[in-house]
């Protein structure tokens, strides 16, 4: 299978608990993007890659989170001192630079408890 | 503010029959639309897309429409399947936007009984 993947799956921690999540993206892709979905909303876009570059962030993208995508491959999400405002699904996708077509992985469910 | 709507939280069609979910927008640098439909569990799936210079986009059982004037697009399924019941989201891009960022609308469930 040579889709996005995302791991962990499901998270749970503990309010105030640095949490890292990990994106592979379609390997010939050379944009990852970060959203993050809350029950009943569409996803919301917090941040993207071109290559290793980081080259945009949301304004949802609290000083708690921070994103790499050190060597242009696979990135991580992480997001310190965990609040429960937090708990939501955060979804990677990846595209070919210039396409607007987005392909999503599965996603990693965080509850801050 | 919301700048893609989806107005219908949910809707239920009988199998066989035509399901239509509706997409209003409010920028107007928005140029390209998608839709993407996602299953319980899962990622958001890609399922079909129409550029703005468009006004129809047609993938077998699958039917964008876009009104550019009325900013609304719509997506047509037919004849619809119990398959095919899931979260339905729209999203919108615009070339000015870094890296072609999606703004997506909050969905619509579709139920297809059989």
């Known amino acids: 299978d040579t889709g996005v993947s995302q791991d962990p799956r499901h998270k749970i921690t503990k309010r105030g608990q640095n949490v890292t999540f990990r994106c592979d993206p379609i390997s010939e892709h050379n944009r990852l993007y970060w959203y993050r979905q809350t029950l009943g909303q569409g996803p919301e876009f917090l941040t993207y890659?071109?290559?290793?570059?980081?080259?945009?962030k949301s304004r949802l993208l609290s000083d708690r989170f921070s994103a790499e995508r050190p060597k242009g491959s696979f990135s991580t999400l992480e997001i310190q001192r965990t609040e429960q405002g937090d708990s939501a699904m955060y979804l990677c996708?990846?595209?070919?630079?210039?396409?607007?077509?987005?392909?999503f992985g599965p996603g990693t469910r965080l509850t801050v408890t | 503010d919301q700048q893609v709507k989806q107005n219908s939280p949910s809707l239920s069609v009988q199998e066989g029959r035509i399901s239509i979910l509706n997409c209003d927008y409010t920028?107007?640098?928005?140029?390209?639309f998608l839709w993407y439909k996602k299953y319980p569990a899962e990622g958001p799936t890609f399922l079909i897309s129409i550029s703005s210079i468009k006004d129809k986009n047609e993938d077998g059982r699958f039917t964008v429409f876009l009104n550019k004037s009325a900013k609304h697009l719509s997506l047509h399924i037919v004849p619809s399947q119990p398959g095919d019941s899931a979260v339905y989201f729209c999203?919108?891009?615009?070339?000015?936007?870094?890296?072609?960022?999606?703004?997506f609308g909050g969905g619509t469930r579709l139920m297809v009984k059989p």
């Open positions: 999203a919108a891009s615009a070339r000015e936007y870094a890296g072609n960022m999606l703004t």
């Open positions: 996708a990846s595209s070919l630079d210039g396409s607007y077509e987005q392909y």
């Open positions: 890659f071109q290559n290793e570059a980081q080259l945009e």
């Open positions: 920028n107007s640098m928005f140029d390209y």
